[in-house]
């Protein structure tokens, strides 16, 4: 359908999306948390075709996340633009469980988005998260964020409002609570927007969960008071189960260059009704009308997010495909790969050691939350096949590699080769984490002793992966029973057995690499190759 666009728009874990139109060209913003490098940032010409140009936090003078727990990290990024300068506002979230929160927020600047070029961080302060810029006409600037109230276990408390000064880098004045939200409650992800003559606030309400929503008011005072839309929430899957597009929510308006106006927002799409979303939260996207009451609604008449929606009056403009085998014959690593809270360097990640090979080496577990040896992708469709082949010797059982769908360090399964010296046998071997339960699911190791090479595949579908392996590039062997890839949800990871507080990523697909006897032992990869199905 030439004149409609199809959500999500960005598929797979890219939630939170902030969107910013300079001239003809589109940018979104989407949070990472624990991944780095940190805010993926995705570049259109139509609204329709996405294409990943890179990431704003790639550098650790940008962004230490080590020891971060997981889904904490980089939290609902803001990106702006105002007199030639693009601005993004991000927390570095430290601590979630408990009373307390740790949410120290920055503001990096950049002439050129695509350079991937920004500034040191301006630190902005802790008092909550989600926090955003706003470029008044006047020439002001005004920073919003949720404020923490660990009070009586009260934790949301409102929406704070402070003027930042470009000039001093810093805020200045005082700090006032503008906004208390509406009956939804869970109010958080502020945007302030003008126009004419109005304030118009887009808060998410509702949690992060099946009864998220976009919620607007508006005031011509930007301090307030704010009246909410008389048919708030402006965005919500809460009250219909059988959409395709759930958990609605966290929202950011735009208009074309042609005075269109859309909103992009995060969904989920469940396995099944209400079920487990295993490609986390997606960037959707609906076309906004301004009805002559001067408040927005969504253009198909309804509340509820729809899966087709119509596309502006721009030209179509698609990106070239990206291949889906990485063969690492460039310099550098495909834009789509990711590393776990720290950045992908040479001493542990090496294109140069052996040309047209990754040359990981082992460091620490899968558990770790500091330094792990591991570059993943994330999966953007229910059905993919992905595939790996490595060289590697090890001389211990505390040395293996291999391939790996993850969600977070207790939660993932993970074929690899490893070695047994008692037995003088190299072999493969799966290990599940469910719940941080691990256990092998293969009764009796594959025995690979003599081998030089081995292809791991992986075949995710849906709720459903099965392993397989290859000595000669060509035959495939299944690896083990059919294994349960719901586990790697925020549902489940959120809902069962450890009750984790903070649960907001998606499914990884990736290599690594582990040398828990601190030995440093190397795999060399040959390839990886992921391919949607």
């Known amino acids: 359908m030439k004149d409609k666009i199809k959500n999500p728009i960005i598929p797979g874990f890219n939630p939170d999306p902030s969107i910013v139109r300079v001239g003809n060209d589109y940018y979104i913003a989407t949070s990472t948390f624990e991944w780095f490098p940190g805010v993926q940032i995705h570049h259109s010409k139509d609204l329709r075709n996405w294409h990943l140009i890179g990431h704003a936090l790639h550098e650790r003078r940008l962004l230490d996340m080590k020891g971060a727990p997981g889904s904490c990290g980089v939290w609902a990024p803001c990106l702006t633009y105002s007199e030639g300068i693009f601005y993004l506002v991000y927390s570095n979230v430290k601590t979630f469980d408990g009373v307390w929160k740790d949410t120290p927020t920055y503001l990096v600047t950049t002439n050129n988005v695509e350079s991937g070029e920004w500034s040191g961080p301006v630190f902005l302060g802790s008092r909550g998260f989600d926090g955003s810029l706003f470029h008044d006409d006047n020439g002001r600037k005004w920073f919003t964020s949720l404020l923490v109230d660990h009070r009586g276990g009260k934790f949301f408390g409102g929406i704070i409002l402070q003027e930042y000064s470009h000039e001093k880098k810093q805020l200045v004045g005082a700090m006032k609570n503008i906004f208390a939200g509406s009956e939804l409650g869970v109010t958080e992800g502020p945007h302030i927007y003008k126009l004419n003559g109005y304030y118009y606030l887009v808060t998410a309400e509702g949690g992060t969960e099946y009864g998220h929503a976009v919620s607007i008011a508006r005031s011509k005072n930007i301090e307030g008071p704010y009246e909410i839309h008389p048919g708030n929430p402006l965005v919500s899957a809460r009250d219909n189960p059988g959409l395709e597009i759930q958990k609605s929510g966290h929202g950011d308006l735009v208009e074309t260059q042609h005075g269109e106006w859309y909103l992009v927002h995060l969904g989920g799409r469940p396995l099944t009704k209400l079920g487990r979303c295993t490609l986390g939260r997606e960037t959707c996207i609906q076309k906004i009308i301004w009805e002559k009451d001067g408040w927005p609604y969504l253009e198909h008449g309804s509340n509820e997010p729809q899966e087709y929606i119509n596309a502006p009056n721009l030209p179509a403009f698609e990106f070239p495909d990206t291949p889906p085998k990485d063969d690492f014959e460039n310099k550098k690593l495909d834009v789509n790969f990711s590393s776990l809270r720290v950045p992908i360097t040479d001493d542990w990640a090496s294109l140069k050691e052996r040309p047209g090979f990754l040359r990981l080496y082992g460091r620490e577990s899968l558990c770790s939350v500091h330094e792990q040896s591991l570059v993943a992708r994330r999966v953007q469709a229910f059905h993919v096949e992905v595939s790996t082949c490595l060289e590697f010797e090890p001389e211990n059982f505390q040395q293996m590699a291999g391939l790996v769908f993850y969600y977070n360090t207790m939660h993932m399964h993970y074929a690899h080769v490893s070695y047994n010296g008692e037995a003088d046998m190299k072999y493969i071997q799966i290990i599940s984490a469910d719940n941080g339960n691990f256990s092998e699911p293969l009764e009796q190791p594959v025995d690979i002793t003599g081998q030089s090479k081995v292809c791991l595949k992986g075949v995710m579908n849906r709720e459903s992966l099965q392993f397989y392996y ?64």
């Open 470 to 533: 290859s000595l000669n590039e060509g035959k495939w062997e299944k690896l083990g029973p059919v294994l349960d890839a719901s586990i790697l949800s925020d549902d489940y990871v959120r809902d069962n057995g450890l009750h984790y507080r903070a649960a907001f990523t998606g499914a990884f697909a990736g290599i690594c690499c582990q040398d828990l006897s601190g030995l440093k032992k190397y795999a060399d990869f040959d390839w990886f190759e992921y391919v949607e199905l």
